[in-house]
């Protein structure tokens, strides 16, 4: 049996008792290296199997084997929540007839949120500019759509070393549809001991030292920062009985 | 001060220990009646403060009596993710000087993907159909851009009884765009005893019994069913390494 976990954004504290129970339950805990390191201590008797980036598909390949040849459960890991960007679609789409079951964690746009304020009390999208797997066409049209449906955006993946102008392309996209005064705010190394948020605007965060430990969001046309506090209106304070 | 707490999708084994070692801290946990009543049993010594639906600005200002009237530490509690469509926005905006911290939990969007498969895997969106708070007109703009984006789309509040044709209406607009054979789906109280889920195609949710208590996925171009799973595909297994 192979579980696809997610460990939410770093913390300990923010895994939720039934990916832990699970995780404790596994022959095999496997993952990429930075998020096993993060769990390591408090499994001392497992087997770990450790993977670097882009290793993806050999580390979903090890983890049938170890259950079909070993007939090991597998807790694979994925940080925030392994259904967003992380393993669970390809451990699906390579199991074949393995049993595979999905442990859902709390996955980074809401963990930013709830650092910069309440950002998605409204519609939102969620949209990585990786265009390692995505065309960057296909992301320019979708960072368009969400403007244009004056969605707040989440953006996932900002930048990387290997793509460092993503992110600055993105904003002056968003500039076109935007007002510069829109809020915006990112959260580097949510929920980890370096954590560092900031809520700015839309016309400043394209200044700002976003790289690829970076979540950003951007408002919309009912965003609001009050008291240092980045917040999407739902509308309650207008229309609700007081 | 005030905690505004996402307890994620209903089963006590899904609330983070950071947020029930809050809710413990505690003095007042406050909230929706059905969320109260699936936490009350594990925290017998507290004070409860239960109301109803739409007295949500009302709860919001008994969180703050309390807080600043009895010096109480207050737990304002949201099933989900209280960010999401939840009480936090609106607890920030009238905090004025008290202050307020967010703690997530798993959303319904992502809870709902793991029970079907990994449709979330690729760019998505978060649409409620609820015009209480949000025009119609709003609405189904959204729906639109989110289909001329090529998202994967996940609906909140997909009916209710006063409105039990908004997803009918939903479903007519994105079928203007997306073919019937997308793949979609839907859970029905998730993470509770009588959780209920379904695999079919945009053409077939259509007829499902969609009601309040129902979270609904549909697919982009890249969305399959496999093996009675749900998934949108990201691109792995085409352009990575094998």
Same mark, same amino acid.
């Given at each position: 049996m192979i579980y696809v976990i997610g460990i939410g954004p %770093?913390?300990? &504290?923010?895994?939720t008792p039934r990916a832990f129970e699970i995780m404790k339950s596994c022959d095999v805990i496997a993952g990429y290296t930075v998020y096993v390191e993060l769990i390591k201590k408090y499994f001392p008797e497992k087997i770990f199997y450790i993977s670097g980036m882009r290793a993806e598909r050999e580390r979903c390949l090890m983890a049938l084997k170890f259950s079909r040849e070993h007939n090991y459960d597998v807790a694979l890991i994925s940080s925030g929540d392994a259904g967003v960007y992380g393993m669970a679609g390809l451990m699906l789409e390579l199991a074949d007839d393995e049993e595979v079951k999905i442990i859902p964690g709390i996955t980074a746009a809401n963990s930013c949120a709830a650092v910069l304020g309440a950002p998605l009390m409204n519609d939102y999208v969620i949209i990585s500019l990786? $265009? /390692? /797997?995505?065309e960057w066409d296909v992301i320019e049209k979708r960072l368009i759509c969400a403007c244009e449906g004056d969605f707040v955006i989440c953006i996932y993946n900002p930048a990387s070393n290997h793509r460092p102008e993503h992110f600055k392309r993105a904003c002056e996209i968003i500039r076109r549809y935007k007002p510069d005064t829109t809020p915006a705010g990112y959260v580097r190394? +949510? %929920?980890?001991? &370096?954590e560092e948020a900031k809520v700015t605007t839309l016309g400043e965060i394209i200044n700002?030292? +976003? $790289?690829? /430990?970076c979540t950003v969001i951007i408002g919309n046309s009912q965003s609001c920062i009050l008291n240092g506090k980045f917040i999407t209106k739902r509308g309650y304070n207008n229309i609700l009985p007081s």
């Open positions: %770093g913390g300990f &504290d923010e895994i990786s $265009d /390692l /797997l995505t190394n +949510i %929920g980890r001991e &370096d700002c030292n +976003i $790289d690829m /430990l």
